[in-house]
Nanobody, 129 residues
Framework: QVQLVESGGGLVQAGGSLRLSCAAS????????MGWFRQAPGKEREFVAA????????SYLDSVKGRFTVSRDNAKNTVYLQMNSLKPEDTAVYYC??????????????????????WGQGTQVTVSS
Protein backbone atom coordinates (compact mmCIF):
# COMPACT_ATOMS: atom_id res chain seq x y z
CA GLN A 1 0.00 0.00 0.00
CA VAL A 2 0.99 3.64 -0.43
CA GLN A 3 1.20 6.05 2.49
CA LEU A 4 0.26 9.64 1.74
CA VAL A 5 0.88 12.78 3.81
CA GLU A 6 -0.67 16.09 2.78
CA SER A 7 0.51 19.54 3.77
CA GLY A 8 -0.07 23.16 2.80
CA GLY A 9 -3.64 23.75 3.89
CA GLY A 10 -4.71 26.80 5.86
CA LEU A 11 -6.83 29.92 6.00
CA VAL A 12 -6.76 32.35 3.08
CA GLN A 13 -8.89 35.25 1.90
CA ALA A 14 -10.98 34.99 -1.23
CA GLY A 15 -8.83 35.58 -4.29
CA GLY A 16 -5.74 34.22 -2.58
CA SER A 17 -3.63 31.15 -3.30
CA LEU A 18 -2.48 27.99 -1.58
CA ARG A 19 -0.28 25.13 -2.68
CA LEU A 20 -1.00 21.66 -1.35
CA SER A 21 1.64 18.95 -1.35
CA CYS A 22 1.25 15.21 -0.97
CA ALA A 23 4.28 13.05 -0.25
CA ALA A 24 4.00 9.35 -1.03
CA SER A 25 5.93 6.46 0.47
CA UNK A 26 5.68 2.71 0.26
CA UNK A 27 4.74 1.34 -3.18
CA UNK A 28 6.07 4.34 -5.07
CA UNK A 29 7.80 2.30 -7.77
CA UNK A 30 4.48 1.24 -9.30
CA UNK A 31 3.04 3.44 -12.03
CA UNK A 32 -0.31 4.87 -11.00
CA UNK A 33 -2.24 8.08 -11.35
CA MET A 34 -2.79 10.35 -8.37
CA GLY A 35 -5.48 12.84 -7.55
CA TRP A 36 -7.11 15.26 -5.16
CA PHE A 37 -10.61 15.13 -3.70
CA ARG A 38 -12.36 17.47 -1.29
CA GLN A 39 -15.16 17.15 1.20
CA ALA A 40 -17.12 20.03 2.68
CA PRO A 41 -19.27 19.61 5.81
CA GLY A 42 -22.48 17.74 5.04
CA LYS A 43 -21.42 16.96 1.47
CA GLU A 44 -20.03 13.96 -0.32
CA ARG A 45 -16.38 13.70 -1.22
CA GLU A 46 -15.90 15.11 -4.71
CA PHE A 47 -13.18 14.80 -7.32
CA VAL A 48 -11.04 17.90 -7.82
CA ALA A 49 -8.07 16.97 -10.03
CA ALA A 50 -5.94 14.07 -11.17
CA UNK A 51 -2.70 13.47 -13.04
CA UNK A 52 -1.41 10.40 -14.83
CA UNK A 53 1.82 8.63 -13.94
CA UNK A 54 3.96 10.42 -16.52
CA UNK A 55 2.53 13.79 -15.57
CA UNK A 56 1.55 14.66 -19.14
CA UNK A 57 -2.22 14.38 -18.75
CA UNK A 58 -4.50 16.03 -16.20
CA SER A 59 -8.18 16.10 -15.38
CA TYR A 60 -10.17 18.68 -13.40
CA LEU A 61 -13.53 19.39 -11.84
CA ASP A 62 -15.21 21.96 -14.07
CA SER A 63 -15.50 24.56 -11.32
CA VAL A 64 -11.73 24.62 -10.67
CA LYS A 65 -10.53 24.63 -14.29
CA GLY A 66 -8.31 27.62 -14.95
CA ARG A 67 -7.78 28.20 -11.20
CA PHE A 68 -6.21 24.94 -9.96
CA THR A 69 -3.19 23.13 -11.37
CA VAL A 70 -2.15 19.59 -10.47
CA SER A 71 1.43 18.46 -11.01
CA ARG A 72 3.78 15.74 -9.80
CA ASP A 73 7.47 15.17 -9.27
CA ASN A 74 8.12 11.43 -9.46
CA ALA A 75 11.73 11.88 -8.33
CA LYS A 76 10.34 13.23 -5.05
CA ASN A 77 7.27 10.99 -4.98
CA THR A 78 5.18 14.11 -4.51
CA VAL A 79 2.03 15.50 -6.12
CA TYR A 80 0.99 19.13 -5.86
CA LEU A 81 -2.20 21.14 -6.16
CA GLN A 82 -1.68 24.82 -6.87
CA MET A 83 -4.89 26.68 -6.05
CA ASN A 84 -5.31 30.25 -7.26
CA SER A 85 -8.24 32.68 -7.18
CA LEU A 86 -9.71 30.77 -4.28
CA LYS A 87 -13.40 31.19 -3.49
CA PRO A 88 -15.34 30.57 -0.25
CA GLU A 89 -17.00 27.59 -1.94
CA ASP A 90 -13.57 25.95 -2.20
CA THR A 91 -13.57 25.55 1.59
CA ALA A 92 -13.23 21.85 2.43
CA VAL A 93 -10.92 19.16 3.67
CA TYR A 94 -8.68 18.24 0.75
CA TYR A 95 -7.53 14.65 0.38
CA CYS A 96 -4.71 13.24 -1.68
CA UNK A 97 -5.38 9.90 -3.34
CA UNK A 98 -3.14 7.39 -5.12
CA UNK A 99 -3.15 3.99 -6.82
CA UNK A 100 -5.56 4.80 -9.61
CA UNK A 101 -4.68 2.30 -12.31
CA UNK A 102 -7.31 3.21 -14.91
CA UNK A 103 -6.63 6.89 -15.48
CA UNK A 104 -9.01 8.77 -17.73
CA UNK A 105 -9.61 12.35 -18.76
CA UNK A 106 -12.08 14.28 -20.84
CA UNK A 107 -15.82 14.78 -20.90
CA UNK A 108 -16.86 11.21 -20.08
CA UNK A 109 -14.36 10.78 -17.25
CA UNK A 110 -15.75 10.99 -13.72
CA UNK A 111 -13.29 9.60 -11.16
CA UNK A 112 -14.82 8.16 -8.01
CA UNK A 113 -13.25 7.71 -4.57
CA UNK A 114 -13.54 3.93 -5.01
CA UNK A 115 -11.21 4.15 -8.02
CA UNK A 116 -8.27 5.01 -5.74
CA UNK A 117 -6.52 2.54 -3.47
CA UNK A 118 -4.77 4.83 -1.00
CA TRP A 119 -5.69 8.04 0.82
CA GLY A 120 -4.05 10.70 2.91
CA GLN A 121 -5.43 12.03 6.18
CA GLY A 122 -6.65 15.29 4.65
CA THR A 123 -5.74 18.94 5.08
CA GLN A 124 -8.18 21.75 5.83
CA VAL A 125 -8.55 24.63 3.37
CA THR A 126 -10.66 27.56 4.53
CA VAL A 127 -11.39 30.52 2.26
CA SER A 128 -12.87 33.58 3.91
CA SER A 129 -15.02 36.09 2.06
Amino acid sequence: QVQLVESGGGLVQAGGSLRLSCAASGRTSIRYAMGWFRQAPGKEREFVAAINWRGDSTSYLDSVKGRFTVSRDNAKNTVYLQMNSLKPEDTAVYYCAAEWYHYCSGYACSPRPADFGSWGQGTQVTVSS
